[in-house]
């Protein structure tokens, strides 16, 4: 690990995005906001599996600081093109950043999605994980849309 012990703590936010194209045998079941599989409503459970994905980083990732956060938000929408945008906003106030937790969000909520789709098809990719926007620490970061 890095050693963080002569950082200040700064406020730190970022915002990461998973895109998934859908195929139309999934969006067929698009409605009201949100995708019904057998298993239930999707884009409800990957909002809570994101969260929770971005709440264990530390765990998964070798070398990442563990961090508690201030707030993570997951937001889910269907773009223009049918694809299905998902955005993990974390937040904390410490020595490191939090990028890796936004990105681990939005790729948790991502595989959730698809687990809870492939009965309706397999022919669903999830792509462009990347960040999206940093803020606090040594350097800011933007991405444009």
């Known amino acids: 690990m890095v050693d963080v012990a002569a950082k ?70 269907v773009n223009d093109r049918q694809e299905v945008v998902i955005d993990c906003i974390a937040a904390i106030t410490a020595k490191t950043g939090i990028e890796m937790e936004a990105l681990t969000g939005a790729t948790v909520a991502a595989l959730t999605i698809y687990d809870m789709c492939k009965a309706m098809s397999h022919d669903i990719v999830i792509k462009d994980i990347m960040l999206m926007e940093k803020t606090g620490g040594k350097s800011d970061f933007s991405r444009a849309e």
């Open 8 to 77: 200040p703590a700064t406020h730190r936010r970022a915002r990461a995005r998973a895109v998934i194209v859908m195929p139309a045998a999934v969006m067929r079941h698009f409605e009201n906001g949100d995708i019904q599989s057998k298993k239930g409503s999707v884009f409800q459970t990957a909002v809570i599996a994101g969260i929770m994905g971005a709440k264990k980083t530390g765990e998964l990732i070798p070398l990442c600081h563990p961090l508690g956060l201030d707030n993570c938000d997951v937001r889910i929408h």
